[in-house]
């Protein structure tokens, strides 16, 4: 349990400031007063979710992303980023059958315990990213290493014994957040994202595309006021609608291969534990149909009901757009100010973006992110997170090890990631003393290193 006085920028979470009570409270009363809600709340749910809720996702995806295809029909209601996961491998892969899990390096580190509790352990392979995103030209390299194993007869048959023709399996599966990235806070290009897609159809990969930060935009913190947030790029699963005659091209299976995976718990708090998944009409219904949900009716039922009632009454969408938008735009233009002000002359870099949770800092050569951190959390007590943590740790055998040594960029293994919660946790001087006590920590550390 870090000090009271710790200021801790390691947890991706929103400050308490930025939690809507006061819209829970009266979106809660509302359903927990009216049998036509709270029966259903209270009930085991649809396999996919709460139908209204399915409705209301919809809709509101719908606008924000100009996509007229996304309905009901495409959305599953989950618990959360977290569980959609866990689900989405239970149902569509094999630990034998599917080959490898590809993760965007550096990834979402928590992630690595979701793939291994279902049979993945030692078959996580990390996938830099260039300047656009993913490494496209790596992750082919990858991918005919494992044709050429195929061709020779290391491939492993399916061991799935409920094997369905409305079940399918996927060879492989990718895993990464497109926009505002955990931790780069990069954001994958279009052109890039189109090449994503375009492989995944070659190799019956499915891409998982965490979606969680896609709302959270907004435009360069000025005095003026006049400039606009980055565009919205269209998602990785919209693309799989569209592109080259999209999921219904001739040949496809009519799972597509890319599935949107979302949660408001970034927008409301992780505790809300409510989240969905976007894909195809029959990825979904035979995600739906998932052994826990089956069971135990769909997750997050009762929240669900109550997160509808806040997309109804537009309040979810005034606090999005009239608290936390502002709130972390400011928060985000004080942190980068400071840390423009205080580390950049020091030989440091960071991230570019206007979005997401997350700053990449970079260290120059030789600080060590991991000795630093230990130095900014004895001295300082500000707690951040170095960027070893990050990568793909059980990446160790046949063709990846050579691709590490290849795509290794001089300070790889030096960088850290000023996580969200420090801006959101701290007061805004606060957030703006982080950078000057992190220059202190530096300079002395660097000091007895060179």
């Known amino acids: 349990m870090p000090a009271p006085n710790t200021i801790d920028l390691s947890r991706g979470w929103p400050a308490p400031s930025l939690l809507p009570a006061k819209a829970l409270l009266h979106a809660s009363s509302a359903v927990l007063t009216d049998p036509s809600l709270f029966i259903p709340g209270l009930q085991y749910g649809d396999d996919a979710g709460y139908e209204p809720l399915r409705v209301a996702i919809a809709e509101w995806l719908q606008k924000f992303f100009s996509t007229p ?155 003026a006021q006049n400039e606009s947030a980055p565009p919205v790029l269209p998602r990785l699963v919209d693309i799989d609608h569209e592109m080259g005659g999209g999921t219904q091209r001739p040949g496809a299976d009519g799972f597509g291969n890319v599935v949107s995976n979302g949660s408001f718990s970034k927008i409301i708090g992780p505790g809300c534990r409510t989240g969905w998944t976007e894909a195809t009409d029959s990825f979904t219904a035979e995600l739906s149909r998932c052994g826990s949900t089956r069971s135990g009716g769909s997750p997050s039922q009762l929240t669900g009901v109550i997160v509808c009632q806040m997309l109804k009454d537009g309040a979810l969408l005034r606090h999005l757009n009239e608290i936390m938008i502002p709130s972390l735009q400011r928060r985000h233009w004080l942190l980068r100010t400071a840390v423009q002000q205080y580390l950049i002359p020091q030989g440091a870099s960071m991230s570019d973006s206007n979005g997401g949770y997350f700053i990449w800092i970079t260290l120059p050569t030789p600080v060590s992110a991991r000795n630093f951190t230990i130095r900014a959390a004895s001295d300082e007590n500000v707690i951040v997170a170095p960027g070893d943590l990050f990568e793909v740790s059980l990446d160790e055998g046949d063709f990846a090890i050579k691709a590490k040594s290849a795509f290794a960029l001089p300070g790889s293994r030096r960088k850290l990631s000023l996580l969200g919660s420090g801006v959101w946790v701290v007061s805004l001087n606060q957030c703006y003393e982080t950078a000057k006590t992190a220059r202190r920590a530096y300079k002395r550390y660097r000091c007895r290193v060179l």
């Open 69 to 223: 295809w996304t309905t009901m029909s495409r959305i599953c209601i989950s618990g959360g980023a977290s569980m959609g996961l866990a689900c989405i491998l239970q149902v569509f892969t094999d630990p034998v059958y599917t080959r490898n899990v590809f993760l965007v390096t550096p990834t979402y580190f928590l992630a690595f315990k979701v793939f291994d509790d279902n049979g993945f352990i030692g078959k996580l392979k990390g996938v830099p990213e260039d300047a656009e995103g993913i490494d496209i030209e790596y992750l082919e390299r990858c991918l005919l290493a494992q044709d050429v194993a195929s061709r020779n007869g290391d491939a492993q048959p399916s061991t799935c014994t409920s094997r369905t023709p409305q079940r399918k399996l996927f060879r492989n599966i990718i895993y990464c957040v497109p926009t505002f990235s955990n931790p780069s806070a990069k954001s994958m290009s279009l052109r890039r994202r189109q090449q994503l897609v375009q492989i995944a159809r070659d190799h019956d990969i499915l891409v998982i595309a965490d979606d969680v930060y896609d709302h959270l935009r907004w435009a360069p913190y000025t005095r």
